[in-house]
């Protein structure tokens, strides 16, 4: 048992190693480091194969809820490639140049004002799925920095999350728990939410002119 939390130990931090700096692609590094650890259970720990397939999607007794969450994802990350190719995120794009009229300070508000939306209807990862080939198209088309964008959009879209009872998994699992109601959740989270969104927004759109070159 020892052994086997101590090499599953290394894998993690050479896997996180390995993709912080880029020595290999990170989707092989995150497969190796999988493929070591199942083998490391199969043999060392004696795991039946049975038992790491519910690790992996989940049970009947919970509803095989792993398996429904990376069924979403993969989905979801098939409908946003057939989108890029089909030039939904381009007209998208345009749309929303047209009407910032191409001001960063503008833009910078849509783009808050989407991310909001969205992580408050769905959850964190797919809200991030949809935005960010939003965000380097624009970026694209504009011939400027997107790195401004994305980071005001990975601290928003955890604002967004916790406006409703239903915009994260952690949210829904404590108000099942707690037997909170919708409306209780909004009134005593949301609230306060919709507060550190705006001076979120403020923030960032003042920092946002101080660093942009006049």
Do not use: W
Not at 25 to 48: H, K, M, Q, T
Request: glycine share 4%; with cysteine; net charge neutral.
């Amino acid at each position: 048992m020892l052994i086997s939390t101590v090499l599953i130990i290394i894998i993690f931090i050479s896997v996180i190693l390995l993709i912080v700096t880029d020595k290999i692609n990170r989707a092989v590094a995150s497969l190796a480091g999988a493929v070591i650890c199942f083998f490391i259970l199969i043999f060392l720990e004696e795991y039946n194969f049975t038992k790491i397939v519910e690790l992996l999607i989940g049970n009947s007794r919970d509803g095989f809820v792993n398996l429904h969450s990376i069924s979403l994802i993969l989905a979801m990350m098939f409908i946003v490639q057939i989108a890029h190719e089909s030039g939904l995120f381009q007209f998208i794009a345009l749309s929303l140049i047209k009407m910032s009229k191409a001001k960063p300070i503008r833009l910078m508000s849509f783009f808050c004002a989407i991310t909001l939306i969205l992580s408050a209807i769905l959850n964190n990862i797919l809200t991030v799925i949809v935005l960010i080939p939003l965000t380097i198209t624009v970026s694209r088309i504009l011939n400027i920095n997107p790195s401004p964008y994305i980071l005001t959009q990975a601290i928003l879209v955890n604002i967004g999350g916790t406006f409703f009872s239903i915009s994260s998994i952690p949210n829904i699992l404590i108000t099942n728990y707690a037997e909170i109601s919708f409306i209780q959740f909004f009134l005593n989270v949301g609230t306060l939410s919709i507060i550190v969104f705006i001076f979120t927004l403020f923030f960032f759109i003042i920092l946002f002119e101080l660093l942009t070159p006049k």
